[in-house]
């Protein structure tokens, strides 16, 4: 495990630091746009008294903390792998480069003693589970892996509801950032109650705190609603996602790859919106998870 200059020094000086995952980087936006995101959302961090740790494995070594220049080769590299639990180890073994996933991220995050990630979305419950079986290891990691996930809920392309009744099965904690209704990444409001709300950072991280002391394993996830004035209504997502899903099916997408070609082709679909968008609800989420990262780190 390498940690970057910066990562090193908040370590030694015990200052918050929040754990960013490199899918979004190389599987979730296009070149430049996800080197310029990865960068702001750096700085947001940085600009709320944190400091930003970009996971990544780059030839065979686990990194916690990007330099610009490791940022950037990531950013254009092509065959970049997409690591979650099941091929982190193995791409480590085989000495290749890989972007962690948010399952991925929190294993490094709980390796690097890191509390608090911030993310776009996560995996869920994919649409038609019945014949796909197909679940994020996501969820499974949030069951188990003790790091508060800031994302901006379940991307409406999952089906949201089965995806919170696998949360709650496996007893992870999914609260509403001041907010009654789960938010959908594009848009605010999903339809569904969060289960949970809560209104400050402090009590996220008091939450976070019980969990260890209550010796429960797993994360929380915290949905954090995009911000307003960066919104695109269910109304207006929702046939482009239907459109997308169909693609993917009459293009046998599986596996790995439907999320990334279902996020390029919303992308294609919105002319770009969705990627605005996305960028937009990352550094939204970027702020709060430094935010509660600080209030974990307060005496
Ligand atoms: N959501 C996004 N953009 C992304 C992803 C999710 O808005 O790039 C990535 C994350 O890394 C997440 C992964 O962990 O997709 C989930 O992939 P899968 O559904 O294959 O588990
Ligand atoms: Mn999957």
């Known amino acids: 495990m390498l940690f970057s200059p910066e990562v090193e020094a908040a370590r030694a000086a ?10 979004i980087i190389t599987h979730g936006m296009p070149y430049p746009q996800n080197r310029e995101t990865a960068e702001a959302v750096e700085d947001v961090i940085r600009n709320e008294g944190a400091v930003p740790a970009t996971i990544a494995v780059i030839d065979g070594a686990l990194h916690i903390g990007l330099t610009d220049a490791q940022l950037e080769a990531l950013a254009q590299a092509p065959d970049v ?20 996933t948010v399952a991925a991220t929190m294993i490094a995050a709980r390796m690097a003693g890191i509390a608090v990630f911030a993310t776009g979305g996560i995996g869920g419950v994919h649409r038609g589970v019945a014949e796909t079986l197909d679940i994020s290891a ?4 949030l069951a188990q892996t003790p790091v508060s996930v800031v994302a901006a809920g379940p991307k409406a392309i999952l089906d949201i ?8 099965t496996n007893g992870v904690p999914v609260i ?5 209704h789960l ?5 605010r409001d999903s339809g569904l109650p969060a289960p949970i709300r809560m209104d400050t950072p402090a009590q996220i991280a ?20 995009i911000p307003v004035a960066d919104e695109i209504p269910a109304h207006v997502i929702g046939p482009i996602i239907e459109d997308a899903l169909a693609d993917a099916e009459a293009e046998h997408v599986t596996g790995k790859a439907v999320t990334p070609f279902l996020l390029q082709r919303i992308f294609e679909r919105t002319s770009g919106h969705s990627l605005t968008a ?10 709060l998870a430094a935010q509660i990262a600080a209030a974990l780190s307060a005496p």
């Open 183 to 187: 938010p959908a990444f594009w848009s």
């Open 14 to 23: 015990g200052a918050p630091i929040v754990a960013l995952e490199s899918t």
């Open 176 to 180: 509403g950032y001041g907010v009654d």
């Open 161 to 168: 509801e089965k995806t919170l009744e696998v949360l709650e």
């Open 278 to 287: 996305n960028i937009a609800l990352v550094k939204n989420n970027a702020r």
């Open 81 to 100: 792998l997409k690591l979650s639990r099941a091929d982190m180890a193995a791409a480590m073994a085989m000495g290749r480069t890989g972007a962690t």
């Open 206 to 225: 008091q939450a976070h705190q019980m969990r260890a002391a209550m010796g429960l394993p797993g994360g929380q996830l915290i949905a954090n609603p």
């Open 138 to 141: 996501d969820l499974l990691e």
